[in-house]
């Protein structure tokens, strides 16, 4: 997937923005073991996070191919030619197109969501697990780590989702929008498919993946905002109403 391509770019420019604040950060939280394991911890849940949603996209580029396998897999192949000949000697060629059956590769994605989708979550429940014990120790719960986990999850998911809808409903629009045109065999114009299309299961999979993880983040993200702010003190001024 495209949005993936990027999406790994802006996953590495996170990280090191992230060692780099860390670095910043040693003055007010000293740099400790146990803080440096909540850190590796926390990077392998969003990976863990990030693989879970990629499979969820396969999976729902899979089930579209159940309503329509062109939906989801373009066809591919080599056109055949048959011939008769006529009492006179000449001869008729016809072009066959080949047969689109992507079944083979809906099976293949389907395995391969299953796959993402279990690794995935185990790889989050196992670094869940460590970041909790490791909170229990000295310098194991550093702040900039806890924030900066739900910045980076904001951020990936927020321009994986804003890239992949535009994809994915450019593709959805095109796809029902234009007729297509027969695709040909280079420099010998022998016709190979009726109408081709390119499917748009992968971005429109992508599309409603990441949206739900933005979506899901930035509530995240201001309820951990929320929690940060300091509390008004004081009592609220009280007026005396004397009755005459």
């Avoid at 879970?52 to 066809?75: C, E, M, P, R, T």
């Avoid at 780590?145 to 904001?154: E, K, L, M, P």
């Amino acid at each position: 997937m495209t949005a993936l391509g990027a999406l790994f770019v802006v996953a590495i420019i996170g990280v090191i923005t992230w060692v780099v604040i860390g670095v910043r950060q040693r003055a007010s939280e000293p740099a400790t073991f146990a803080g440096a394991g909540s850190f590796y911890a926390h990077i392998m849940s969003i990976v863990g996070v990030t693989m879970a949603l990629v499979g969820g996209a396969v999976l729902i580029k899979a089930l579209l191919a159940f309503v329509d396998l062109g939906y989801s897999y373009q066809g591919l192949g080599f056109s055949s030619q048959s011939c008769t000949s006529n009492s006179s000697g000449q001869s008729t060629c016809t072009n066959n197109a080949p047969a689109f059956d992507a079944t083979p590769q809906r099976t293949a994605d389907l395995i391969l969501a299953g796959a993402l989708i279990l690794i995935g979550a185990a790889v989050v429940y196992v670094h869940r697990a460590l970041s909790r014990n490791l909170a229990t120790l000295p310098g194991g719960h550093p702040g900039w780590v806890h924030h900066g986990t739900v910045i980076a999850f904001t951020l990936l998911f927020g321009f994986a989702a804003v890239f992949s809808l535009a994809t994915g409903l450019s593709s959805l629009v095109t796809y029902f929008a234009t007729s297509g045109t027969p695709n040909t065999i280079p420099l010998s114009g022998i016709a190979v498919g009726n109408a081709m299309k390119q499917p748009f299961g992968d971005a429109i999979g992508a599309a409603a993946v990441f949206v739900s993880a933005w979506i899901f983040a930035v509530r995240a993200l201001l309820q951990t905002s929320g929690s940060g702010r300091p509390r008004a003190t004081g009592t609220p001024n009280q007026r005396s109403v004397q009755s005459p």
